[in-house]
């Protein structure tokens, strides 16, 4: 309770919509204080002025019909090893490094309109090693020196050396120790002809098979499973080794494992 000889002491506290002396209304600090987030923090240039990036065509590989499908990506350095298909050739190896200069075939393997399909790339030291068709039925394994971008055929999977009837693919590139291993496998799946696992050290002589997996499969893919590879064996390679599921009689799917030898 205040005493009434205390009233002289007490001030009247100014209305917050009238302007007292130095005092700003409530309106003027709002306008001030938006003012300072425009000078601070300026509205950036329209999207019309500046875009935003947007992909572009690097080159138009095949100009003579509609896309030239290219796949397989693969990264050395600053190149781009794929495979794709042009005008007058199937699809083959090319290279680029981003540039529509720098988009080059570096070889029609099959030669003709006949693809040779390069896939499975992998690198070891300055040798890419890829699968691809060979020119007679099935893959051949081939090594392309990137410093050169020189190719070979390392070797050639014949009927007769991989003991396949009809057609067969390569895959599972994978590095070792010493070794680059590999799995050839039928791609007939009505056959139900088991893989084998193959090593090599980029020379023909030294591109052998180490062993046919003893595998079976189901008639049909697993749920959620892509058929193109469900019957594909997995390889790991750990501290020079290469390690991989198969079975035999007595121990049924188990884990193995290969030194090369």
Request: with cysteine.
């Amino acid at each position: 309770r205040i005493k009434p000889e205390n009233f002289s002491k007490l001030r009247c506290i100014p209305k917050l919509h009238q302007d007292q002396g130095n005092t700003m209304n409530f309106r003027t600090r709002i306008i001030i204080f938006f003012a300072l987030l425009l000078v601070l923090n300026p509205i950036p240039v329209s999207a019309q002025e500046n875009p935003p990036p947007v992909p572009r065509l690097v080159k138009d590989v095949n100009t003579c019909t509609y896309g030239s499908d290219p796949t397989g990506y693969y990264r050395v350095d600053e190149i781009i090893y794929f495979s794709a298909k042009s005008c007058s050739i199937g699809k083959e190896l090319w290279r680029t490094d981003g540039t529509e200069q720098g988009t080059q075939l570096i070889r029609d393997l099959v030669p003709g309109i006949a693809s040779a399909d390069p896939h499975n790339f992998f690198l070891s030291g300055n040798t890419l090693f890829f699968a691809a068709g060979g020119g007679g039925s099935g893959i051949a394994l081939w090594s392309l020196d990137v410093s050169t971008d020189e190719t070979k055929s390392v070797r050639d999977y014949s009927p007769e050396t991989t003991e396949y009837a009809g057609d067969y693919k390569g895959y599972g590139i994978i590095q070792g120790g010493d070794w680059v291993y590999f799995i050839i496998q039928s791609n007939d799946l009505s056959l139900m002809q088991s893989p084998q696992l193959w090593r090599t050290d980029g020379s023909e002589v030294g591109t052998v098979k180490i062993a046919t997996l003893s595998l079976s499969f189901p008639s049909t893919p697993p749920p959620g499973t892509d058929s193109s590879d469900w019957m594909n064996v997995v390889l790991t390679a750990y501290k020079g080794q290469v390690y991989f599921t198969a079975q035999d009689a007595e121990h049924g799917y188990e884990l193995w494992r290969s030194d090369g030898s």
